[in-house]
Protein backbone atom coordinates (compact mmCIF):
# COMPACT_ATOMS: atom_id res chain seq x y z
CA UNK A 1 0.00 0.00 0.00
CA UNK A 2 2.69 2.50 1.17
CA UNK A 3 4.44 1.68 -2.21
CA UNK A 4 1.41 2.84 -4.19
CA UNK A 5 1.13 5.64 -2.17
CA UNK A 6 4.57 6.75 -2.90
CA UNK A 7 4.42 5.43 -6.72
CA UNK A 8 1.43 8.07 -6.95
CA UNK A 9 3.23 10.82 -5.32
CA UNK A 10 5.86 10.76 -7.11
CA UNK A 11 3.84 10.62 -10.37
CA UNK A 12 2.30 13.58 -9.37
CA UNK A 13 5.10 15.44 -8.72
CA UNK A 14 6.57 14.73 -11.96
CA UNK A 15 4.00 16.08 -13.60
CA UNK A 16 3.95 19.21 -11.32
CA UNK A 17 7.96 19.71 -12.34
CA UNK A 18 7.09 18.77 -15.98
CA UNK A 19 4.04 21.75 -16.40
CA UNK A 20 7.08 24.02 -14.52
CA UNK A 21 9.31 23.14 -16.94
CA UNK A 22 6.63 23.03 -20.18
CA UNK A 23 5.51 26.69 -19.40
CA UNK A 24 9.10 28.33 -18.93
CA UNK A 25 10.47 26.65 -22.01
CA UNK A 26 7.23 28.39 -23.58
CA UNK A 27 7.75 31.69 -22.18
CA UNK A 28 11.53 31.36 -23.36
CA UNK A 29 10.49 30.35 -27.15
CA UNK A 30 7.77 33.48 -27.31
CA UNK A 31 10.45 35.72 -26.45
CA UNK A 32 12.98 34.06 -28.82
CA UNK A 33 9.51 34.60 -31.81
CA UNK A 34 8.91 38.01 -30.63
CA UNK A 35 12.54 39.15 -31.42
CA UNK A 36 12.91 37.06 -34.78
CA UNK A 37 9.55 36.52 -35.91
CA UNK A 38 10.39 34.36 -38.98
CA UNK A 39 11.63 31.68 -36.69
CA UNK A 40 8.09 30.60 -36.14
CA UNK A 41 7.29 29.74 -39.35
CA UNK A 42 6.81 26.10 -39.82
CA UNK A 43 9.13 23.46 -41.32
CA UNK A 44 8.99 21.63 -44.19
CA UNK A 45 6.07 18.83 -43.54
CA UNK A 46 8.11 15.96 -44.05
CA UNK A 47 10.90 17.23 -41.25
CA UNK A 48 8.41 17.85 -39.24
CA UNK A 49 5.84 14.62 -39.52
CA UNK A 50 9.33 13.11 -38.83
CA UNK A 51 9.95 15.08 -35.64
CA UNK A 52 6.97 14.39 -33.88
CA UNK A 53 7.00 10.43 -34.90
CA UNK A 54 9.70 10.34 -32.76
CA UNK A 55 9.24 12.34 -29.87
CA UNK A 56 5.84 11.59 -29.26
CA UNK A 57 6.45 8.77 -27.08
CA UNK A 58 6.94 10.90 -24.47
CA UNK A 59 4.09 12.91 -24.65
CA UNK A 60 0.95 13.32 -26.80
CA UNK A 61 1.58 16.81 -27.92
CA UNK A 62 4.93 17.57 -29.15
CA UNK A 63 5.71 21.62 -29.12
CA UNK A 64 7.29 22.26 -32.38
CA UNK A 65 9.20 25.53 -31.03
CA UNK A 66 12.68 24.51 -30.49
CA UNK A 67 12.30 22.45 -34.13
CA UNK A 68 11.37 25.63 -36.20
CA UNK A 69 14.36 28.05 -34.01
CA UNK A 70 16.52 25.56 -35.20
CA UNK A 71 15.53 25.25 -38.42
CA UNK A 72 15.40 28.91 -38.99
CA UNK A 73 18.81 29.87 -37.31
CA UNK A 74 20.67 27.42 -38.93
CA UNK A 75 19.10 27.05 -43.21
CA UNK A 76 18.19 23.42 -42.13
CA UNK A 77 17.14 20.94 -39.44
CA UNK A 78 17.14 17.35 -38.12
CA UNK A 79 14.45 15.37 -36.86
CA UNK A 80 16.65 14.51 -34.19
CA UNK A 81 16.69 17.97 -33.22
CA UNK A 82 15.67 17.77 -29.26
CA UNK A 83 12.48 19.67 -27.58
CA UNK A 84 14.45 21.92 -25.14
CA UNK A 85 11.37 21.05 -22.54
CA UNK A 86 11.93 17.15 -23.40
CA UNK A 87 15.04 17.11 -22.54
CA UNK A 88 14.61 19.24 -19.48
CA UNK A 89 11.80 16.95 -18.35
CA UNK A 90 12.31 13.59 -19.47
CA UNK A 91 15.89 12.89 -20.62
CA UNK A 92 17.50 14.82 -18.48
CA UNK A 93 16.59 13.78 -14.81
CA UNK A 94 16.52 9.84 -16.42
CA UNK A 95 20.02 10.15 -17.42
CA UNK A 96 21.80 11.32 -14.39
CA UNK A 97 20.30 10.26 -10.74
CA UNK A 98 19.76 14.22 -9.04
CA UNK A 99 21.32 14.28 -6.80
CA UNK A 100 24.81 13.27 -7.92
CA UNK A 101 25.22 16.75 -10.02
CA UNK A 102 24.94 18.52 -6.50
CA UNK A 103 26.94 16.54 -5.01
CA UNK A 104 29.61 16.24 -7.95
CA UNK A 105 29.45 19.83 -9.01
CA UNK A 106 31.21 21.23 -5.79
CA UNK A 107 33.92 22.70 -7.24
CA UNK A 108 36.07 22.47 -4.02
CA UNK A 109 35.37 18.80 -3.41
CA UNK A 110 35.38 17.86 -7.31
CA UNK A 111 38.58 18.89 -7.24
CA UNK A 112 39.79 16.09 -5.44
CA UNK A 113 38.49 13.53 -7.60
CA UNK A 114 39.23 14.37 -11.03
CA UNK A 115 43.08 14.41 -12.04
CA UNK A 116 45.62 16.99 -10.67
CA UNK A 117 47.01 19.90 -13.11
CA UNK A 118 43.61 20.12 -15.27
CA UNK A 119 42.12 23.15 -12.52
CA UNK A 120 43.58 26.42 -12.43
CA UNK A 121 45.99 26.60 -9.10
CA UNK A 122 43.74 26.70 -6.31
CA UNK A 123 45.35 28.73 -3.50
CA UNK A 124 41.94 28.77 -0.80
CA UNK A 125 39.14 26.92 0.03
CA UNK A 126 36.49 27.58 2.65
CA UNK A 127 33.91 25.03 3.48
CA UNK A 128 30.50 26.00 5.69
CA UNK A 129 32.81 28.95 6.33
CA UNK A 130 36.31 27.30 7.86
CA UNK A 131 39.26 28.12 5.61
CA UNK A 132 41.66 25.50 3.83
CA UNK A 133 45.02 25.91 1.93
CA UNK A 134 45.93 24.61 -1.06
CA UNK A 135 46.08 21.09 0.12
CA UNK A 136 43.34 21.10 2.36
CA UNK A 137 45.38 21.66 5.53
CA UNK A 138 42.55 23.96 7.98
CA UNK A 139 43.71 27.44 8.05
CA UNK A 140 43.57 29.54 11.08
CA UNK A 141 42.15 32.82 11.46
CA UNK A 142 45.13 34.53 12.58
CA UNK A 143 47.17 32.67 9.60
CA UNK A 144 45.11 34.05 6.84
CA UNK A 145 46.50 37.99 6.12
CA UNK A 146 49.59 36.42 5.53
CA UNK A 147 48.38 33.30 3.85
CA UNK A 148 46.61 35.86 1.75
CA UNK A 149 49.67 38.09 0.73
CA UNK A 150 51.73 35.04 -0.61
CA UNK A 151 49.46 34.67 -3.68
CA UNK A 152 49.97 35.43 -7.13
CA UNK A 153 47.77 38.31 -8.18
CA UNK A 154 45.16 38.78 -9.85
CA UNK A 155 43.28 35.70 -8.24
CA UNK A 156 39.19 34.52 -9.29
CA UNK A 157 37.03 33.99 -6.53
CA UNK A 158 34.28 31.22 -7.22
CA UNK A 159 31.28 30.05 -5.37
CA UNK A 160 31.72 26.35 -5.51
CA UNK A 161 28.01 25.92 -5.66
CA UNK A 162 24.97 27.56 -8.09
CA UNK A 163 27.73 29.69 -10.19
CA UNK A 164 26.33 29.41 -13.17
CA UNK A 165 26.28 32.34 -15.24
CA UNK A 166 29.37 33.57 -13.56
CA UNK A 167 27.07 34.40 -10.74
CA UNK A 168 29.10 35.58 -7.56
CA UNK A 169 32.43 34.95 -9.68
CA UNK A 170 34.97 38.27 -9.28
CA UNK A 171 38.18 39.26 -9.39
CA UNK A 172 40.68 40.86 -6.73
CA UNK A 173 44.34 42.78 -7.66
CA UNK A 174 45.47 42.15 -4.29
CA UNK A 175 45.03 41.41 -0.38
CA UNK A 176 43.50 44.17 0.19
CA UNK A 177 40.76 43.55 -2.55
CA UNK A 178 40.56 40.08 -1.68
CA UNK A 179 40.23 40.17 2.16
CA UNK A 180 37.15 42.09 2.04
CA UNK A 181 35.28 39.71 -0.88
CA UNK A 182 36.37 36.59 2.11
CA UNK A 183 34.65 37.89 5.02
CA UNK A 184 31.01 38.19 2.73
CA UNK A 185 30.58 34.90 1.72
CA UNK A 186 31.24 31.27 2.24
CA UNK A 187 31.86 28.27 0.40
CA UNK A 188 34.06 29.24 -2.27
CA UNK A 189 37.43 28.86 -3.49
CA UNK A 190 40.23 31.17 -4.91
CA UNK A 191 41.96 30.32 -7.69
CA UNK A 192 44.97 31.59 -10.17
CA UNK A 193 43.56 33.77 -12.96
CA UNK A 194 44.19 31.94 -16.16
CA UNK A 195 45.33 33.88 -19.17
CA UNK A 196 44.29 32.38 -22.76
CA UNK A 197 45.81 31.84 -25.83
CA UNK A 198 46.37 34.27 -28.43
CA UNK A 199 43.76 32.24 -30.47
CA UNK A 200 40.92 33.07 -28.16
CA UNK A 201 42.23 36.58 -27.33
CA UNK A 202 41.62 37.61 -31.02
CA UNK A 203 38.41 37.12 -30.62
CA UNK A 204 37.50 38.60 -27.21
CA UNK A 205 40.66 40.14 -24.77
CA UNK A 206 37.97 40.35 -21.69
CA UNK A 207 37.70 37.74 -19.19
CA UNK A 208 38.40 34.09 -20.61
CA UNK A 209 36.75 33.02 -24.03
CA UNK A 210 35.86 28.88 -23.11
CA UNK A 211 34.88 25.81 -25.17
CA UNK A 212 32.14 24.15 -24.03
CA UNK A 213 32.12 20.17 -24.81
CA UNK A 214 29.69 18.33 -23.53
CA UNK A 215 30.68 14.17 -23.53
CA UNK A 216 28.20 11.59 -22.83
CA UNK A 217 28.64 7.92 -21.20
CA UNK A 218 26.63 5.47 -23.26
CA UNK A 219 23.20 3.61 -21.57
CA UNK A 220 24.77 0.93 -23.61
CA UNK A 221 28.17 0.49 -23.21
CA UNK A 222 29.42 3.01 -20.59
CA UNK A 223 32.14 3.99 -23.44
CA UNK A 224 32.78 7.85 -23.34
CA UNK A 225 31.32 10.06 -26.59
CA UNK A 226 31.93 13.67 -27.07
CA UNK A 227 28.70 14.81 -28.30
CA UNK A 228 29.85 18.39 -29.26
CA UNK A 229 31.53 21.33 -28.44
CA UNK A 230 31.26 25.45 -28.74
CA UNK A 231 33.28 27.94 -28.16
CA UNK A 232 31.55 30.93 -25.69
CA UNK A 233 33.17 34.60 -25.78
CA UNK A 234 32.07 37.27 -24.16
CA UNK A 235 30.75 40.25 -25.98
CA UNK A 236 30.51 44.13 -24.58
CA UNK A 237 32.77 43.46 -22.15
CA UNK A 238 30.65 40.20 -20.65
CA UNK A 239 32.07 37.20 -19.55
CA UNK A 240 31.34 34.24 -21.90
CA UNK A 241 27.86 33.00 -20.37
CA UNK A 242 25.32 33.72 -22.63
CA UNK A 243 23.21 34.31 -19.96
CA UNK A 244 25.55 37.05 -19.48
CA UNK A 245 25.22 38.65 -23.16
CA UNK A 246 28.21 36.20 -24.53
CA UNK A 247 27.54 34.47 -27.39
CA UNK A 248 28.67 31.11 -28.76
CA UNK A 249 29.21 29.62 -32.04
CA UNK A 250 29.26 25.68 -32.60
CA UNK A 251 32.45 24.19 -33.39
CA UNK A 252 32.27 21.09 -36.23
CA UNK A 253 34.04 18.29 -35.33
CA UNK A 254 37.08 18.68 -37.43
CA UNK A 255 38.14 21.60 -34.94
CA UNK A 256 36.83 24.18 -36.98
CA UNK A 257 34.04 26.84 -36.20
CA UNK A 258 30.61 27.34 -37.99
CA UNK A 259 30.03 30.41 -40.07
CA UNK A 260 28.31 32.05 -37.47
CA UNK A 261 27.64 32.40 -33.68
CA UNK A 262 24.24 32.77 -31.67
CA UNK A 263 23.36 35.20 -28.79
CA UNK A 264 20.57 33.66 -25.95
CA UNK A 265 17.69 34.30 -27.76
CA UNK A 266 19.09 33.45 -31.40
CA UNK A 267 20.21 36.55 -33.14
CA UNK A 268 23.13 35.35 -35.87
CA UNK A 269 26.79 37.14 -35.82
CA UNK A 270 29.09 36.23 -38.70
CA UNK A 271 32.05 37.94 -37.03
CA UNK A 272 32.64 38.60 -33.36
CA UNK A 273 30.64 42.14 -32.90
CA UNK A 274 33.61 43.64 -30.67
CA UNK A 275 36.70 42.79 -32.70
CA UNK A 276 35.32 41.92 -35.89
CA UNK A 277 37.12 38.79 -35.74
CA UNK A 278 34.86 36.73 -38.38
CA UNK A 279 34.12 32.97 -37.89
CA UNK A 280 33.95 30.08 -40.32
CA UNK A 281 35.84 27.35 -41.20
CA UNK A 282 39.73 29.20 -41.43
CA UNK A 283 39.41 29.74 -37.66
CA UNK A 284 40.87 26.25 -36.15
CA UNK A 285 40.61 25.75 -32.58
CA UNK A 286 44.45 24.36 -31.55
CA UNK A 287 45.13 21.28 -29.88
CA UNK A 288 41.69 20.54 -30.98
CA UNK A 289 41.83 16.43 -30.39
CA UNK A 290 43.94 16.83 -27.06
CA UNK A 291 41.01 18.47 -25.89
CA UNK A 292 38.54 15.65 -26.83
CA UNK A 293 41.09 13.12 -25.57
CA UNK A 294 41.30 15.23 -22.24
CA UNK A 295 37.63 15.16 -21.30
CA UNK A 296 37.00 11.94 -22.58
CA UNK A 297 39.22 10.54 -19.77
CA UNK A 298 37.57 13.73 -17.40
CA UNK A 299 34.26 11.99 -17.97
CA UNK A 300 35.74 8.55 -17.17
CA UNK A 301 36.60 9.75 -14.03
CA UNK A 302 32.75 11.23 -12.46
CA UNK A 303 30.67 8.54 -11.25
CA UNK A 304 26.92 8.12 -12.05
CA UNK A 305 27.29 10.95 -14.39
CA UNK A 306 25.66 10.69 -18.44
CA UNK A 307 26.22 13.90 -19.08
CA UNK A 308 28.68 16.29 -18.66
CA UNK A 309 29.55 20.10 -19.91
CA UNK A 310 33.27 20.92 -19.36
CA UNK A 311 34.30 24.51 -19.89
CA UNK A 312 37.62 24.56 -21.03
CA UNK A 313 40.72 26.98 -21.46
CA UNK A 314 43.67 26.52 -23.30
CA UNK A 315 46.67 28.44 -21.48
CA UNK A 316 49.33 30.53 -23.60
CA UNK A 317 51.83 27.64 -23.60
CA UNK A 318 49.17 25.51 -25.02
CA UNK A 319 47.48 23.38 -21.87
CA UNK A 320 44.12 22.75 -21.46
CA UNK A 321 42.73 23.76 -18.32
CA UNK A 322 39.10 22.81 -17.23
CA UNK A 323 37.71 26.02 -15.64
CA UNK A 324 34.15 24.39 -14.71
CA UNK A 325 31.93 21.41 -14.74
CA UNK A 326 28.63 21.34 -15.73
CA UNK A 327 26.26 18.34 -14.75
CA UNK A 328 23.08 19.52 -14.84
CA UNK A 329 20.59 22.34 -16.48
CA UNK A 330 22.85 21.77 -19.70
CA UNK A 331 22.42 24.14 -22.56
CA UNK A 332 21.55 21.82 -25.59
CA UNK A 333 20.96 24.78 -27.82
CA UNK A 334 24.55 24.97 -28.59
CA UNK A 335 24.79 22.94 -30.93
CA UNK A 336 21.18 22.25 -32.05
CA UNK A 337 20.90 26.43 -32.63
CA UNK A 338 23.85 24.82 -35.84
CA UNK A 339 21.32 22.52 -36.83
CA UNK A 340 22.80 19.42 -35.27
CA UNK A 341 20.86 17.40 -32.67
CA UNK A 342 22.66 17.50 -29.55
CA UNK A 343 22.69 13.42 -28.97
CA UNK A 344 24.04 12.91 -33.04
CA UNK A 345 23.69 9.35 -34.23
CA UNK A 346 23.18 8.51 -30.53
CA UNK A 347 19.57 10.06 -30.02
CA UNK A 348 17.68 6.51 -30.97
CA UNK A 349 19.71 5.54 -27.90
CA UNK A 350 18.88 7.90 -25.51
CA UNK A 351 15.06 7.47 -26.00
CA UNK A 352 14.77 4.17 -26.24
CA UNK A 353 16.65 4.37 -22.84
CA UNK A 354 14.55 6.89 -21.05
CA UNK A 355 11.81 5.47 -22.47
CA UNK A 356 12.18 2.33 -20.84
CA UNK A 357 13.21 3.76 -17.94
CA UNK A 358 10.60 6.15 -16.83
CA UNK A 359 9.92 6.01 -13.14
CA UNK A 360 13.87 7.79 -12.95
CA UNK A 361 12.09 10.37 -14.31
CA UNK A 362 9.89 11.29 -11.08
CA UNK A 363 12.42 10.73 -8.38
CA UNK A 364 13.63 14.08 -7.42
CA UNK A 365 11.69 17.47 -7.62
CA UNK A 366 13.53 20.16 -7.71
CA UNK A 367 13.13 23.21 -9.59
CA UNK A 368 15.83 25.66 -11.04
Known amino acids: ??????SARDYLLYLRRRQCIDRDWAARHSTVFSLHPDYRRPCPPDLE??????????????RLDTLRICMHIAGRADPRIVPEEIFAAELEPCLTPPHWPLLLSHKSLCLRLLPPGVFPETYLHNLAGEFFDAAFRPLASSALDSYLRSFPY??????NIASSG?????FAHSPQQLRPLLASRTDFLVQRLLRQHPFFEAFNPYGLNTLRVYTYKSVASDRIHVLNVALRMGRGGSLDNLTA???????RPDGRLNTYAVDKYGAKFDRHPDSGLP?????????FSSLLDLTRELAAALPMIRIAGWDMSLDPEGRWRCIEVNLSGHSIRFAQYAGEPFFGELTDEVIHYCLRHPRRRRVDFRLA
Open 154 to 159: PVVLKP
Open 49 to 62: RAHLRLWRPFRFRI
Open 166 to 170: GKGVC
Open 279 to 287: FGPNALIPA
Open 1 to 6: MWQAVR
Open 245 to 251: GGIACYV
